[in-house]
T-cell receptor, first 115, second 107 residues
């Protein structure tokens, strides 16, 4: 079975540009998570969805970040405008059932560099 | 205080030794605890989960949980160079991850 699929794998952009990261969760999984990983801050939860509905977006750093899940097989994380401090690896993960008992399956990540 | 704290390491152990990784958490109502392994340049993968006080063993891995002390640990017996990775502790609720402990197993 295909795992969580993220695109692009690498993105280099200039400050002020819009960035869109994409994620396809594992079919049948009802939870989807967006994380950001940096050396300084580690792995931070940005937002998670249950059955396509955002449940907790308290980790979204500011209004420049937005996430959508229009259907069960697709989610986007958008940064507009991007800033150099947004440079990080962004992971999407999905799980079946409540995250309290389930296993998170991570995608390979999207490495974002903002110049 | 961070919600989940780990020593960042690096922790270096010789091949065949026991590696001990520790994690403390601040939310007393947390019920589920997880250890993820992340190889350099790769994504995290789940290796252990624990829900009750005490020990849980899976092959060379043992997870230990003490809810009264808000402490969870991971022991790796007979450490191998292939165990060299960053180990992330995660706590339920919102699946908050610690900073991770980098483990290096020297041949």
């Amino acid at each position: 079975d295909a795992g969580v699929i993220q695109s692009p794998r690498h993105e280099v952009t200039e400050m002020g540009q819009e960035v869109t990261l994409r994620c396809k969760p594992i079919s049948g999984h009802d939870y989807l998570f967006w994380y950001r990983q940096t050396m300084m801050r580690g792995l931070e939860l940005l937002i998670y969805f249950n059955n396509n509905v955002p449940i907790d977006d308290s980790g979204m750093p500011e209004d420049r970040f937005s996430a959508k899940m229009p259907n069960a097989s697709f989610s986007t994380l958008k940064i507009q405008p991007s800033e150099p401090r947004d440079s990080a690896v962004y992971f999407c993960a999905s799980s079946l059932g409540t995250p309290n008992t389930g296993e998170l399956f991570f995608g390979e990540g999207s490495r974002l560099t903002v110049l | 205080q961070k919600e989940v704290e780990q020593n960042s390491g690096p922790l270096s152990v010789p091949e065949g030794a026991i590696a001990s990784l520790n994690c403390t958490y601040s939310d007393r109502v947390s019920q589920s605890f997880f250890w993820y392994r992340q190889y350099s340049g790769k994504s995290p993968e789940l290796i252990m989960s624990i829900y009750s006080n005490g020990d849980k063993e899976d092959g060379r891995f043992t997870a230990q949980l003490n809810k009264a002390s808000q402490y969870v640990s991971l022991l790796i017996r007979d450490s191998q160079p292939s165990d060299s990775a960053t180990y992330l502790c995660a706590v339920s609720g919102k699946l908050i991850f610690g900073q991770g402990t980098e483990l290096s197993v020297k041949p």
